[in-house]
């Protein structure tokens, strides 16, 4: 598997914020967003391969989630459905030990081999501010796998009030419960989010949306490995 990064740490995003779990950051995105605070994973122009990339067997990859002894997984990227026929034999190995959220970037649909093996989908689709060619965010076939998944939450990232109407159309568009939609600040540093997080949890709630922020920015701002 091509790996970024295996650490310990709590859930920043979602609805298990706070939580202890083992990140494994996969390495490899088929999406270029400005903002991405991971571009150590893809962007090789500005990052080198040889050293952001651990190329590591299956066995390699359980040995170091298991060393950390906390049952919780957090699959992210990267976006890990490029490597999904590994996550497939990584958590045929794990479970049912291991609770499972996988983050992506839903452009990708998974096969049924590893949805079985996924207690939860954290999706984050990217919209305009993300400066990617929209033909390339928005997949219809993933849009309706994944809204209609209850173990499934939508994250938009906003940066202000002009990214709602696009996030309400496709919510509508799709027939993506309210419930399983939270809107979270697009932020990479502690002074970023604290200026921008009560617009945003403001604006979740005047659209009756759900909220996250981004607990590890609040914590240790762009520490890597946190």
């Known amino acids: 598997m091509k790996i970024s990064e295996i650490f310990k740490s709590i859930q920043g995003e979602g609805i298990n914020t706070g939580k202890d779990v083992v990140f494994l950051r996969t390495a490899l995105c088929n999406l270029k967003c400005s903002w991405c605070d991971t571009k150590y994973t893809w962007d090789w122009d500005n990052y080198d391969y040889s050293k952001e990339v651990k190329e590591l067997s299956i066995n390699q990859v359980k040995d170091e989630i298991e060393q950390f002894n906390i049952k919780h997984l957090v699959i992210t990227g990267g976006e890990p459905m490029m490597q999904a026929d590994d ?9 049912p030990d291991y609770y499972v959220e996988v983050e992506t970037n839903g452009t990708i649909v998974p096969k049924k081999m590893l949805t ?6 954290n999706v984050s689709p990217k919209t305009s501010n993300s400066n990617n060619p929209l033909e390339m965010c928005e997949d219809s076939e993933c849009y309706t796998f994944f ?55 403001s604006l979740a709630n005047s659209n009756n949306l759900g909220f996250s922020s981004r607990l590890h920015v609040k914590l240790w701002g762009t520490q890597r490995g946190k």
Do not use: H
Request: hydrophobic residues 40%; aromatic residues 8%; glycine residues 2%.
């Open 87 to 95: 996550l497939v034999e990584l958590l045929s190995f794990l479970k």
């Open 147 to 201: 809204s209609n998944r209850e173990n499934c939450f939508f994250k938009f990232v906003v940066e202000n009030k002009s990214d709602i109407d696009e996030i309400t159309k496709l919510v509508k568009k799709y027939s993506i419960s309210n419930e399983q939609v939270l809107l979270m600040p697009q932020a990479q540093t502690k002074e970023e989010l604290a200026t921008i997080e009560g617009s945003i949890a």
């Open 116 to 121: 079985d093996l996924v207690d939860q989908w």
